[in-house]
């Protein structure tokens, strides 16, 4: 039986996106670490370039993968290179690398795995390439079942590592992409609640520009390679040039006094 033929998996394959938090490998919960090591695969995302022919193997082991093996052993974990860095939409590039991880996931089932794990950074139902591995999945084989664990986000773990709370009271919690422009971040911070955007890398100067016209600056927090030995965490400024694409900016609400918005 081959991946594309349209065959139907048995209604017992079931592929579980698993969230694995932002780096560190002592941030995932007992239940994702039971389903990583029950899984007969696990599948990790990698950067497709790092995968290339001639690439050295080290340099293509990704934040993903290298939480998951301080659980799972490298022997049933499975590179799946996607385009992660393709900042064109739906580019042929991206979908490409979307149909070609189906079709692998896809062959694992037809040859018997039953249980296949893709481990995600953070959450793999906030910002995550998982959603579209699995849609992917479901178009080439209908029957297999697709399940999430939960993991903890980048604004989890900034938020407690800077002691600082995401929300109180009745204050709301925008989280955005620092990728859908700049007017979204800048109406979010009008607003009463606190603002989290990732992906601020390229557009961190636009970012930092309107915190400190509207402000801002001097409260908040910005987070690169969390849970990572290089990690930093700490005050925002305009000397970060040279931001990795998962740094997280994270903005508190403005509070006056205890209990205020209760």
Known sequence: MTAGTGAAAPVDAVLTGVGVGPGDPELLTLKAVRVLRAADLVFVPVMADRTADGADP??????????????????????LPFALDDRGGVSPRRAAAWDAAARVVVEAVDAGA???????????????TFGYLAQSVRALRPAVRVATVPGITAMQELAARSGTPLCEG?????LLP?????????????????VVAYKGWRRHPELVGELRRQGRL?????????????????????AAHD???LSTLLVPA???RRGGKL
């Open 58 to 79: 080290a340099e293509g082991t990704g934040r993903a993968e290298r939480t998951v093996l301080a659980h799972v052993g490298a022997d049933r974990l499975r590179r």
């Open 114 to 128: 039953r249980a296949l794990a893709f481990a995600t950074i953070g959450d793999p139902n906030v910002y995550s």
């Open 170 to 174: 009745r204050e709301p919690l925008t």
């Open 178 to 194: 620092a990728t859908a422009g700049l007017a979204l971040f800048a109406d979010a911070l009008a607003g009463p609640g606190t």
């Open 218 to 238: 001097g409260d908040a927090v910005l987070g690169c390679g969390l849970g990572l030995p290089d990690e930093r965490i700490g005050a925002v400024d305009d």
């Open 243 to 245: 931001l990795p694409y």
């Open 254 to 256: 403005r509070r006056d």
